[in-house]
């Protein structure tokens, strides 16, 4: 198995409180990802990261701020909790985006904002 | 219409069942992944292809690159492959997945 964990696994949050996920690789992959999953939605990127410091915006960004100081670790921030950020949480790595390497996903982050 | 389409979304069958799950994408790929994900569980990676056809012990992965099609086919199918089925697709000028929505499997014995 790809050495990737996610932590913590599962939150309660109350609305407005910050609060961050953390991804952490052992594989030495560039890229590593953030992911939603909703009933009747697949997958959302929510954003991703290419290298140490270098982050993009994917399709559900909004209200996700999040910070690659080192290449084993991606946190995902949610600076002002709300009920709409209840949701299943994924982190993904790959070696290469382009190259089309095989992703290898967290166990996920059940999190829930009363 | 979203860009990648999976059918069925449901699926029950008996146990020793042949399955098929199809997926249809609507862009141009670089390769096409297969993912499984049992209730409650992570995402588990299955396949990921670009041409033809693989294998893996009783899962079998086609794709049809012309015709923007792939079938994931479980034979002798079992209970424990109960779970959802979830096709994704890379395009070859993005870093990013682009997701179908599930196809869920329930195999009952």
């Known amino acids: 198995d790809a050495g990737i964990t996610q932590s913590p696994r599962h939150k309660v949050t109350e609305t407005g409180t910050p609060v961050t996920l953390r991804c952490h690789q052992t594989?030495?992959?560039?890229?590593m990802y953030w992911y939603r999953q909703d009933p009747g939605h697949g997958l959302r990127l929510i954003h991703y990261s290419y290298g140490v410091k270098d982050t993009d915006k994917g399709e559900v960004s909004d209200g996700y701020s999040v910070s690659r100081s080192k290449t084993e670790d991606f946190l995902l921030t949610l600076e002002s909790a709300t009920s709409s950020q209840t949701s299943v949480y994924f982190c993904?790595?790959?070696?290469?985006?382009?190259?089309?390497?095989?992703?290898?996903f967290g166990q996920g982050t059940r999190l829930t904002v009363v | 219409k979203n860009e990648v389409e999976q059918s069925p979304q449901n699926l029950t069958a008996q146990e020793g069942e042949f399955i098929t799950i199809n997926c249809s994408y609507s862009v141009g790929i670089s390769a096409l992944h297969w993912l499984q994900q049992h209730p409650g569980g992570g995402i588990v990676s299955l396949f990921m292809?670009?041409?033809g056809k693989k294998k893996h012990g009783r899962l079998i992965a086609t794709i049809n690159i012309q015709e923007k099609h792939s079938s994931l086919h479980i034979t002798a199918s079992h209970p424990r492959d109960s779970a959802v089925y979830i096709c994704a697709v890379g395009g070859w000028n993005t870093d990013k997945l682009i997701f179908g929505t599930g196809t869920r499997l329930q195999v009952f014995p």
């Open positions: 993904a790595i790959s070696e290469g985006g382009r190259r089309n390497t095989e992703a290898f």
């Open positions: 292809l670009s041409s």
């Open positions: 594989e030495n992959h560039r890229y």
